[in-house]
Protein backbone atom coordinates (compact mmCIF):
# COMPACT_ATOMS: atom_id res chain seq x y z
CA UNK A 1 0.00 0.00 0.00
CA UNK A 2 1.08 3.53 -0.89
CA UNK A 3 1.92 5.85 2.20
CA UNK A 4 -0.21 8.29 1.37
CA UNK A 5 -3.13 6.12 0.18
CA UNK A 6 -2.92 3.80 3.17
CA UNK A 7 -2.98 6.92 5.77
CA UNK A 8 -6.08 8.81 3.89
CA UNK A 9 -7.92 5.62 4.29
CA UNK A 10 -7.67 5.35 7.54
CA UNK A 11 -8.34 8.50 7.85
CA UNK A 12 -5.44 10.59 9.50
CA UNK A 13 -3.95 13.46 8.20
CA UNK A 14 -0.29 12.51 9.02
CA UNK A 15 1.50 9.60 7.84
CA UNK A 16 2.76 7.45 10.21
CA UNK A 17 6.08 5.36 8.86
CA UNK A 18 5.21 2.38 11.57
CA UNK A 19 1.54 1.86 9.92
CA UNK A 20 2.06 3.69 6.31
CA UNK A 21 5.31 2.56 4.86
CA UNK A 22 6.11 -0.79 2.98
CA UNK A 23 8.15 -2.99 4.62
CA UNK A 24 10.25 -3.73 1.92
CA UNK A 25 14.44 -3.01 1.40
CA UNK A 26 14.60 0.04 -1.21
CA UNK A 27 10.92 1.45 -2.45
CA UNK A 28 12.40 2.72 -5.34
CA UNK A 29 13.35 -0.88 -6.86
CA UNK A 30 9.82 -1.96 -6.71
CA UNK A 31 7.87 1.82 -7.76
CA UNK A 32 8.18 2.74 -11.60
CA UNK A 33 6.72 6.37 -10.93
CA UNK A 34 9.94 7.15 -8.22
CA UNK A 35 8.92 10.74 -7.91
CA UNK A 36 5.84 9.91 -6.19
CA UNK A 37 7.72 7.48 -3.47
CA UNK A 38 9.22 10.22 -1.48
CA UNK A 39 9.29 9.43 1.92
CA UNK A 40 7.61 13.13 2.96
CA UNK A 41 5.39 13.98 0.70
CA UNK A 42 2.93 17.17 0.93
CA UNK A 43 0.28 15.00 2.03
CA UNK A 44 -0.37 16.34 5.93
CA UNK A 45 1.00 20.15 5.29
CA UNK A 46 -1.97 22.22 5.59
CA UNK A 47 -3.34 23.04 1.56
CA UNK A 48 -1.36 19.44 0.86
CA UNK A 49 -3.32 16.88 -0.55
CA UNK A 50 -5.50 15.76 2.39
CA UNK A 51 -6.46 19.38 2.58
CA UNK A 52 -7.23 18.98 -1.16
CA UNK A 53 -8.73 15.69 -0.65
CA UNK A 54 -10.48 16.60 2.54
CA UNK A 55 -12.04 20.25 1.22
CA UNK A 56 -13.33 18.49 -2.80
CA UNK A 57 -14.63 14.89 -1.22
CA UNK A 58 -11.93 13.38 -3.27
CA UNK A 59 -10.81 9.68 -3.46
CA UNK A 60 -7.13 8.39 -3.54
CA UNK A 61 -6.30 5.03 -5.23
CA UNK A 62 -3.26 3.16 -5.14
CA UNK A 63 -1.85 2.06 -8.66
CA UNK A 64 0.30 -0.89 -9.25
CA UNK A 65 2.92 -0.74 -12.00
CA UNK A 66 1.32 -2.60 -14.59
CA UNK A 67 -1.92 -0.32 -14.30
CA UNK A 68 0.81 3.02 -14.70
CA UNK A 69 2.33 0.96 -17.79
CA UNK A 70 -1.13 -0.06 -19.45
CA UNK A 71 -2.00 3.73 -18.88
CA UNK A 72 1.43 5.04 -20.29
CA UNK A 73 0.67 2.80 -23.66
CA UNK A 74 -2.70 3.91 -23.64
CA UNK A 75 -1.87 7.46 -23.61
CA UNK A 76 0.44 6.84 -26.30
CA UNK A 77 -1.44 4.92 -28.79
CA UNK A 78 -4.39 7.74 -28.39
CA UNK A 79 -2.34 10.69 -28.66
CA UNK A 80 1.04 10.10 -30.00
CA UNK A 81 3.90 11.20 -26.99
CA UNK A 82 4.69 8.91 -24.46
CA UNK A 83 4.68 10.35 -20.62
CA UNK A 84 6.60 10.27 -17.75
CA UNK A 85 5.84 7.47 -15.08
CA UNK A 86 3.76 10.07 -12.29
CA UNK A 87 1.83 11.10 -15.32
CA UNK A 88 0.96 7.63 -16.16
CA UNK A 89 -0.23 6.75 -13.06
CA UNK A 90 -2.54 10.03 -12.59
CA UNK A 91 -4.35 8.84 -15.75
CA UNK A 92 -4.45 5.45 -14.15
CA UNK A 93 -6.07 7.22 -11.33
CA UNK A 94 -8.50 8.55 -13.45
CA UNK A 95 -9.51 5.21 -15.15
CA UNK A 96 -9.73 4.02 -11.87
CA UNK A 97 -12.57 6.45 -10.54
CA UNK A 98 -14.06 6.05 -14.04
CA UNK A 99 -14.50 2.21 -13.56
CA UNK A 100 -16.19 2.65 -9.88
CA UNK A 101 -18.17 5.32 -11.53
CA UNK A 102 -16.41 7.62 -9.06
CA UNK A 103 -16.40 10.23 -12.34
CA UNK A 104 -19.58 11.13 -14.29
CA UNK A 105 -20.02 11.60 -17.64
CA UNK A 106 -19.84 15.42 -17.72
CA UNK A 107 -17.60 16.14 -15.01
CA UNK A 108 -15.29 18.60 -15.71
CA UNK A 109 -11.31 16.66 -15.20
CA UNK A 110 -7.82 18.51 -15.35
CA UNK A 111 -5.51 15.59 -15.82
CA UNK A 112 -1.90 17.08 -15.29
CA UNK A 113 -0.02 15.22 -18.37
CA UNK A 114 3.72 16.14 -17.67
CA UNK A 115 7.16 14.74 -19.22
CA UNK A 116 5.15 14.19 -22.89
CA UNK A 117 7.04 13.38 -25.44
CA UNK A 118 10.69 12.50 -23.86
CA UNK A 119 11.60 9.14 -25.78
CA UNK A 120 11.21 11.22 -28.89
CA UNK A 121 13.58 14.40 -27.70
CA UNK A 122 15.82 11.23 -26.82
CA UNK A 123 15.90 9.74 -30.25
CA UNK A 124 15.56 13.19 -32.21
CA UNK A 125 18.12 15.58 -30.36
CA UNK A 126 21.62 15.24 -29.10
CA UNK A 127 22.38 15.60 -25.80
CA UNK A 128 25.08 17.33 -24.30
CA UNK A 129 26.91 16.13 -21.10
CA UNK A 130 28.28 19.70 -19.13
CA UNK A 131 30.78 19.47 -16.68
CA UNK A 132 30.85 22.38 -14.07
CA UNK A 133 33.86 24.90 -13.36
CA UNK A 134 32.80 24.74 -10.18
CA UNK A 135 30.82 23.62 -7.06
CA UNK A 136 29.25 24.89 -4.80
CA UNK A 137 29.03 23.84 -1.37
CA UNK A 138 27.74 25.72 2.05
CA UNK A 139 31.37 26.83 2.52
CA UNK A 140 32.07 28.89 -0.24
CA UNK A 141 31.58 33.01 0.59
CA UNK A 142 28.96 35.31 -1.25
CA UNK A 143 32.40 36.99 -2.56
CA UNK A 144 33.61 33.44 -4.12
CA UNK A 145 30.01 33.35 -5.60
CA UNK A 146 29.63 36.42 -7.10
CA UNK A 147 33.28 35.94 -8.92
CA UNK A 148 31.37 32.60 -9.88
CA UNK A 149 28.82 34.81 -12.31
CA UNK A 150 26.45 32.39 -11.00
Known amino acids: MVPMVS ?3 AGRDQIVPEKDLPQINNILDVVAARVLSTKYPAYGVR ?5 ALKATGGQMYAI ?8 A ?9 DI ?3 AAVALSALRTAVRRKAV ?5 IMLNITGAGTEQRLRDL ?3 QIRPNATITPA ?4 ELAALKV
Open 140 to 143: VTDD
Open 126 to 128: SVL
Open 84 to 86: LPA
Open 7 to 9: AWN
Open 47 to 51: GGVYD
Open 104 to 108: RPYDA
Open 73 to 81: ELFKRVEGP
Open 64 to 71: TNDEAYES
